[in-house]
T-cell receptor, first 115, second 116 residues
Framework: AQSVTQPDIHITVSEGASLELRCNYSYGATPYLFWYVQSPGQGLQLLLKYFSGDTLVQGIKGFEAEFKRSQSSFNLRKPSVHWSDAAEYFCAVRRATDSWGKLQFGAGTQVVVTP | NAGVTQTPKFRVLKTGQSMTLLCAQDMNHEYMYWYRQDPGMGLRLIHYSVGEGTTAKGEVPDGYNVSRLKKQNFLLGLESAAPSQTSVYFC???????????????FGAGSRLTVL
């Protein structure tokens, strides 16, 4: 069965420290990959996406993600976190051949930023 | 540009009551989706629509109905609400293609539903 796994439910990081959020997927072929962020009480905002090409993609708010085909992973990184990065982060996957654009989401990782 | 608007934002129902959530988008998107968000489970697709007058079941469709009578609106109905339907509901829209903005879901702010 197809699945999206975010192994870390909760991460605490100090302001100014680096952050890495993990995402693994189980799909038959390379899918389209996304990271979304959800601030408290808000909807989801797209951080970045990978469809093809360069495996290191840059997003908004200083985030980047690297697609590793051999590991079926799409990990999100930020070199230096800000207090405003405290939020819940979702990895999402869409089969490239899906004509309806349906996304499957991971369970999310809650990020807490301490002073 | 409003994007995706959901109404109402909050609602409390008693078991067995019915209600409809409205999603409206002003981006002329063909595709619209309803997700529910529950703690520890991420977002799960309830129903979706690939155009006016067409709908399809997602991952967790039971207990919900939808309609897409106009391209810009996608309604989610609960005919007989149950406590298990307590959740935050998100509507999203998108279009498919080759342009930079294609294939990306734009989400509404969510509708929090509590069923007592």
């Amino acid at each position: 069965a197809q699945s999206v796994t975010q192994p870390d439910i909760h991460i605490t990081v100090s302001e100014g420290a680096s952050l890495e959020l993990r995402c693994n997927y189980s799909y038959g072929a390379t899918p389209y990959l996304f990271w979304y962020v959800q601030s408290p009480g808000q909807g989801l905002q797209l951080l970045l996406k990978y469809f093809s090409g360069d495996t290191l993609v840059q997003g908004i708010k200083g985030f980047e993600a690297e697609f590793k085909r051999s590991q079926s992973s799409f990990n999100l990184r930020k070199p230096s976190v800000h207090w405003s990065d405290a939020a819940e982060y979702f990895c999402a996957v869409r089969r490239a051949t899906d004509s309806w654009g349906k996304l499957q989401f991971g369970a999310g990782t809650q990020v807490v930023v301490t002073p | 540009n409003a994007g995706v608007t959901q109404t109402p934002k909050f609602r409390v129902l008693k078991t067995g009551q019915s209600m409809t959530l409205l999603c409206a988008q002003d981006m002329n998107h063909e595709y619209m989706y309803w997700y529910r968000q529950d703690p520890g489970m991420g977002l799960r697709l309830i129903h979706y629509s690939v155009g006016e007058g067409t709908t399809a079941k997602g991952e967790v469709p039971d207990g919900y109905n939808v309609s897409r009578l106009k391209k810009q609106n996608f309604l989610l109905g609960l005919e007989s609400a149950a406590p298990s339907q307590t959740s935050v509901y998100f509507c999203a829209s998108s279009y498919l293609g080759q342009s930079a903005g294609a294939n990306v879901l734009t989400f509404g702010a969510g509708s929090r539903l509590t069923v007592l």
